[in-house]
């Protein structure tokens, strides 16, 4: 499910990547995007209360009007395997890097199924993850998706198949 505001935006590069990477601190990201110093990254965090800028990051407080803009205007998205966040993003044919929850199955599939896109799947964050991400910024974008259905002719078939069961 993509949100109406994704379907409706008119994507744009202001040249900078989001970040949403809840299940890891801040300080853990921080150490790893420094190293990256020619990129501008927007890292949303819940532990800041408004937007401050530490050298080459912006961190925001988590916010979905924040996030979506920051999407709809970024070179790429660095985020979790969820679904939301990865779909949306390679609907508006962003570039992206998933890092998979550990113990979460709907991660694990996610994440799997994100690498028909050539999505990189990164296991950790680990001193590597700078040059991962340099790699990644290099290398061939990921697929877009490519939708057919509106959410509600998706919800309106799985309603008539339902009917047809019985």
């Keep these: 499910v993509i949100k109406e505001t994704i379907l409706q935006a008119e994507p744009i590069n202001n040249g900078h990547i989001t970040v949403y990477l809840s299940h890891y601190s801040d300080d853990v990201i921080k150490e790893q995007l420094f190293k990256v ?9 819940k532990n800041v209360n408004s937007i401050t800028m530490e050298r080459n990051i912006t961190f925001v407080p988590v916010s979905n009007i924040l996030f979506t803009r920051s999407l709809i205007e970024s070179d790429g998205v660095i985020t979790g395997a969820g679904f939301e966040t990865p779909a949306e993003a390679l609907y508006l044919r962003k570039m992206l890097m998933c890092l998979p929850i550990n113990g979460q199955y709907e991660q694990l599939c996610n994440a799997e199924a994100l690498k028909a896109f050539n999505v990189p799947i990164i296991d950790e964050i680990d001193n590597s993850f700078s040059f991962k991400i340099k790699q990644w910024l290099n290398a061939l974008p990921s697929k877009p998706l490519q939708l057919s259905n509106t959410t509600e002719q998706l919800i309106e078939t799985v309603i008539q198949k339902g009917i047809e069961i019985k």
């Design 37 to 45: 110093k020619d990129v501008h990254f927007h890292v949303f965090s």
